[in-house]
């Protein structure tokens, strides 16, 4: 059983840089693709972001590439998602997500999520 616990969130204004962490025990962590998604008001649940268990690739969406980083310290059990040049359109709800063998939105594993806010 794997446990995860994100944390960073918070209010920043338009342009501004937040640093998401997912910290996770309970479980093997590197076994696990480890994703962020988001969930904003009256808009779909979003895949954000990706990293694999081994090779450490990685996949963005459209919206965010270029200004967002995910990375993974394994020795830590935290993946990181590391956002600038942030954006009205980006406050949302930021879950993190764990599964194997790569992200899914089914994810057998889930935080709490963390509340990011942007102003203009």
């Known amino acids: 059983q794997l446990q995860l616990v994100e944390s960073g969130g918070g209010s920043v204004q338009l342009g501004g840089s937040l640093r998401l962490s997912c910290a996770a025990s309970g479980a093997t962590f590197d076994d696990y693709a480890i994703g962020w998604f988001r969930q904003a008001p009256g808009k779909e649940f979003e895949g954000v972001s990706c990293?694999?268990?081994?090779?450490?690739?990685?996949n963005y969406t459209d919206s965010v590439q270029g200004r967002f980083t995910i990375s993974r310290d394994n020795a830590k059990n935290t993946v990181y998602l590391q956002m600038h040049s942030l954006k009205p359109e980006d406050t949302a709800i930021y879950y993190c997500?764990?599964?194997?063998?790569?992200?899914?939105?089914?994810?057998?594993?889930w935080g709490q999520g963390t509340q990011v806010t942007v102003s203009s």
């Open positions: 997500s764990a599964d194997s063998p790569t992200c899914s939105r089914y994810a057998r594993y």
């Open positions: 990293i694999s268990s081994s090779s450490g690739s990685t």
